[in-house]
């Protein structure tokens, strides 16, 4: 058997050993090909990498890293978005983003539920605080109208606190005279409306009539309405005995008049007759009185 010389060592320190040609080619007592068999089988097959270059294990690494780089820098791949446009002061993270964005929002809510007050909290969310302060105007606007100040919950806060200047604290009173036309009608009552103008809510009217009345059939006869003093109050007749006042009569004619209701524009009167005939008139004065 042909003898061959190897040196097993290194060239700075060599073991030279003489061994069998065939041995020559073997390491822990495996042949180059058996080597590379197993470094194949630990590796695996490059041609079955995923990646573009499959040249090596070490290129195929790089490749995947350079793509891992460039997928990290494109933000609007990870629906995020330029963070150089996020409206807040911090833009260096989406994180410090949102929590300046909470900061921002929890003081916001501390200030208006300090400013309201009592049962408005720091804890209410922004729908519950506009509650409170809508609860708010509607107190506002109602304790107003209470006082003879026209005003609505939906007037901006300013214009209700504005309006306080307005509450008389005294008595007011408009007066003011005015002609209607009562249409012709039978037995039975008929409603009319005295317009007024009144800057306040009147609690009283007092309402004073003069004319006459034409009844028509079986003769023309004249019924005197003059001078009956109509007075009525914030929905309570304020009579002596009843909520009308009966006018003279005139044989068997009787007319009564009344204050149904009254408001800032208009009182609304109320004639009422037994006649059996149609009754008439062309004008009938009245002189009013409001009192708030």
Same mark, same amino acid.
């Given at each position: 058997?042909?003898k061959?010389?190897?040196? +097993?060592g290194?060239?700075?320190?060599p073991?030279?050993?003489?061994?069998?040609?065939k041995d020559?080619?073997?390491? *822990?007592?495996?042949?180059l090909?058996?080597?590379?068999? *197993?470094?194949n089988?630990?590796?695996?097959?490059?041609?079955? +990498?995923?990646?573009?270059?499959? !040249?090596?294990?070490?290129?195929a690494?790089?490749?995947?890293?350079?793509?891992?780089?460039?997928?990290s820098a494109d !933000?609007?791949?990870?629906?995020i978005g330029?963070k150089s446009?996020?409206?807040t002061?911090?833009?260096n993270?989406?994180?410090?983003?949102?929590?300046?964005?909470?900061?921002?929002?929890? *003081?916001g809510?501390?200030?208006v539920?300090?400013?309201?007050?009592?049962?408005?909290?720091a804890?209410? !969310?922004?729908?519950?605080?506009? !509650?409170?302060i809508?609860?708010?105007?509607?107190?506002?606007?109602t304790?107003?109208?209470?006082?003879?100040?026209?005003?609505?919950?939906?007037e901006?806060?300013q214009?209700?606190a504005?309006?306080?200047?307005?509450v008389?604290t005294?008595?007011?009173?408009?007066y003011?005279?005015t002609?209607?036309?009562?249409?012709?009608?039978?037995?039975?009552?008929?409603?009319?409306?005295?317009?007024?103008?009144?800057?306040?809510i009147?609690?009283?009217?007092i309402?004073?009539?003069?004319?006459w009345?034409t009844?028509?059939g079986?003769g023309?006869?004249?019924?005197? +309405?003059?001078?009956?003093?109509?007075?009525?109050? *914030?929905?309570?007749?304020?009579?002596?005995?009843?909520?009308?006042?009966?006018?003279?009569?005139?044989?068997?004619?009787?007319?009564?008049?009344?204050?149904?209701?009254?408001?800032?524009?208009?009182?609304?009167?109320g004639?009422q007759?037994?006649?059996?005939?149609?009754?008439?008139?062309d004008?009938?004065?009245?002189?009013? +009185?409001?009192?708030?």
């Amino acid at each position: 058997m042909p003898k061959m010389k190897i040196n +097993l060592g290194t060239p700075a320190s060599p073991n030279w050993v003489v061994m069998d040609a065939k041995d020559a080619d073997t390491l *822990d007592g495996k042949h180059l090909s058996e080597i590379q068999a *197993d470094y194949n089988n630990k590796i695996g097959n490059l041609s079955n +990498l995923n990646t573009t270059n499959k !040249t090596s294990v070490v290129n195929a690494v790089n490749e995947i890293k350079q793509e891992q780089v460039s997928h990290s820098a494109d !933000t609007a791949a990870h629906g995020i978005g330029d963070k150089s446009a996020l409206l807040t002061t911090n833009k260096n993270t989406i994180v410090e983003a949102i929590n300046e964005l909470f900061t921002f929002a929890n *003081d916001g809510k501390t200030g208006v539920a300090t400013v309201v007050g009592s049962p408005a909290t720091a804890g209410d !969310t922004f729908s519950q605080l506009v !509650t409170h302060i809508q609860n708010a105007k509607n107190t506002m606007a109602t304790n107003l109208s209470n006082k003879g100040v026209s005003a609505s919950g939906t007037e901006a806060l300013q214009a209700l606190a504005n309006k306080i200047a307005n509450v008389n604290t005294g008595k007011q009173v408009a007066y003011g005279n005015t002609n209607i036309t009562i249409p012709p009608f039978n037995s039975g009552s008929v409603s009319l409306t005295v317009p007024i103008s009144v800057s306040f809510i009147p609690k009283e009217v007092i309402l004073l009539l003069n004319g006459w009345i034409t009844t028509i059939g079986g003769g023309l006869d004249e019924v005197s +309405l003059r001078y009956p003093l109509l007075h009525r109050g *914030d929905g309570v007749y304020l009579n002596s005995t009843s909520a009308s006042v009966q006018a003279v009569k005139y044989g068997n004619i009787a007319l009564s008049a009344y204050i149904s209701s009254f408001n800032q524009t208009s009182i609304t009167l109320g004639i009422q007759s037994n006649a059996g005939h149609q009754i008439a008139t062309d004008s009938l004065q009245c002189y009013w +009185l409001a009192i708030g």
